[in-house]
């Protein structure tokens, strides 16, 4: 891992609740995968396990008062940023007590009370409201910061010039993270975007950042940098995380050899996993146990076990609300 900090009981509790995070993620992933597979949910889903160090480098260096926006492989940003499994399942399953009542589903969970705007099937949909909020902070004059995520397929969206634009002629309090898991679908990302993706927000003057987004450390330490700099008047900022997604685009892409190796694959699930890595410095540094850590796995795995029981069981909402929260007044 990156950071070699002195390890004092606070930093240690810090590390601990990223490890929790990241494992909660994967937790989440993997149980919505077999809901998938058992036909129990509607429509597809996109996983983002393999990507967990991303969100929670950088909702651990955000507070419930910061924003984000989220993308169609969204269910790791959401609990990174505070969300419950209860009310994730039931948004997945279509049930009332869903993060949106059942009705936005896998790609559209919104958490407004831990800052959480909303996931977006648009691609790049949600860069035009993360660079809005950020802008409302400033006009405000509140010190909030907006982290906008999006993958590298979606800086092939005009909207991303057009706001960058706007964000660095106002010094807006926006940090774009370019979550790049080296495809887009089912194409290498560089077959389709030429040069380099940070030189895409340096063309507008905004300072950008490569890190290895396998890193949580890493990607904390610079977010928390940057979240304090933007809270100074100095942003925006654009940061590229280099990752990976374990499973195929959505849930259905089963037979991937057309477009990337089993041998590929099986590098970053040995060598780079985030959570195996991080795993194993918590252990070298003496802040947890093997035991530890598997007891804290094991309590992980029956909370979401609970609560797809939970959801499963849980009540569709009444046909009677179908227009509700469709339209506005
Ligand atoms: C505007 C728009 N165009 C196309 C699509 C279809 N689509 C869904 S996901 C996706 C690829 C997105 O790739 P990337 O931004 O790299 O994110 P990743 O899936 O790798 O996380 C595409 C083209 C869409 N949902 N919205």
């Given amino acids: 891992m990156s950071a070699a900090k002195k390890t004092t009981k ?3 509790d810090d590390y601990l609740r990223m490890y929790r995070q990241m494992v909660r993620i994967r ?3 993997d149980n919505a995968n077999q809901l998938y597979l058992s036909a129990k949910m509607p429509g597809l889903t996109h996983m983002y396990s393999g990507e967990e160090a991303v969100a929670v480098g950088i909702c651990e260096a955000l507070t419930d008062n910061d924003r984000i926006t989220s993308t169609h492989r969204g269910h790791g940003h959401c609990v990174a940023k505070g969300a419950e499994f209860k ?6 399953l279509g049930k ?7 009705k936005g589903g896998s790609m559209h969970i919104a958490d407004q009370s831990h800052g959480n705007l909303g996931a977006n099937a648009i691609v790049g949909g ?3 409201i993360a660079t809005g909020s950020a802008l ?4 405000q004059g509140h010190d909030d910061v907006t982290v906008c995520f999006f993958g590298d397929g979606a800086t092939a969206q005009g909207l991303l010039y057009e706001v960058m634009n706007m964000a660095a002629l106002w010094n807006l309090p926006v940090i774009y993270a370019c979550e790049n898991n080296g495809y887009s679908e089912y194409t290498k990302t560089e077959e389709i975007a030429a040069g380099s993706i940070t030189a895409r927000a340096e063309a507008f003057g905004i300072e950008a950042f490569k ?5 949580v450390l890493a990607v904390n330490e610079l977010t928390q940098k940057l979240v304090a700099r933007c809270r100074k008047g100095e942003g925006p900022f654009f940061i590229e995380l280099e990752t990976y997604r374990y499973h195929g685009h959505h849930v259905g892409d089963i037979n991937r050899e057309y477009y990337r190796s089993k041998d590929e694959e099986k590098d970053w699930k040995e060598n780079r996993d985030p959570i195996i890595r991080f795993r194993g410095w918590l252990v070298e540094q003496g802040i947890a146990t093997e035991d530890e850590i598997e007891a804290m796995n094991a309590e992980i795995e029956n909370d979401a076990a609970d609560a797809v029981s939970y959801a499963e069981a849980a009540k569709y909402p009444d046909i009677s609300e179908v227009d509700m929260h469709v339209f506005a007044d």
């Fill in 87 to 92: 009310q994730m399942f039931c948004e997945l």
């Fill in 10 to 12: 606070s930093n240690s």
């Fill in 211 to 215: 890190v290895d987004g396998q890193d």
């Fill in 126 to 128: 949600s860069m035009g």
């Fill in 27 to 29: 937790t989440f992933e």
């Fill in 96 to 102: 009332e007590e869903g993060y949106c009542r059942g």
């Fill in 136 to 139: 409302r902070a400033k006009l």
